[in-house]
């Protein structure tokens, strides 16, 4: 398996984790020198552990305030790399996006939560695309 589709994977478990709020599908895949970065909060996570107690407890606070996310593939233009679009919209006003590193035996060591519209994204599929505008909206 490619670098790309180790990480296209693992984004689609995120898109999984964060609409069923339960972080279980993406754990085994995080490496214990993991790092989680967001470009809206100043500390940056450093490994597996804080960042699955991180994110369990911020799922769980999601679900209790009725959040529901909408999540599409992308693709960096140019190199083809996975990024996984979401919103709702991020305190920018434009969509965030999801980025991840992998190491050399698969395991994601990184993540970044980032503002999509500093990417120059595409779709490969037009109508999951187009689903995604409908209920961004």
Request: aromatic share 14%; proline share 3%.
């Amino acid at each position: 398996m490619t670098d790309y589709e180790i990480q296209e994977n693992f984004l689609r478990k995120v898109a999984q984790m964060y609409t069923t709020f339960n972080a279980e599908p993406i754990a085994d895949d995080l490496a214990a020198r993991f790092h989680y970065s967001s470009m809206w909060v100043c500390d940056e996570i450093k490994n597996r552990t804080a960042y699955l107690y991180y994110i369990t407890r911020k799922l769980e606070a999601m679900k209790k305030s009725g959040v529901k996310f909408n999540f599409v593939m992308m693709y960096k233009q140019g190199d083809g790399k996975p990024v996984l679009m979401f919103s709702p919209k991020t305190p920018d006003g434009g969509f965030g996006a999801f980025l991840v590193e992998n190491n050399k035996t698969g395991k994601i060591a990184r993540m970044d939560l980032m503002a999509a519209g500093i990417y120059n994204l595409a779709y490969k599929d037009k109508d999951a695309f187009e689903e995604f505008e409908k209920k961004a909206l």
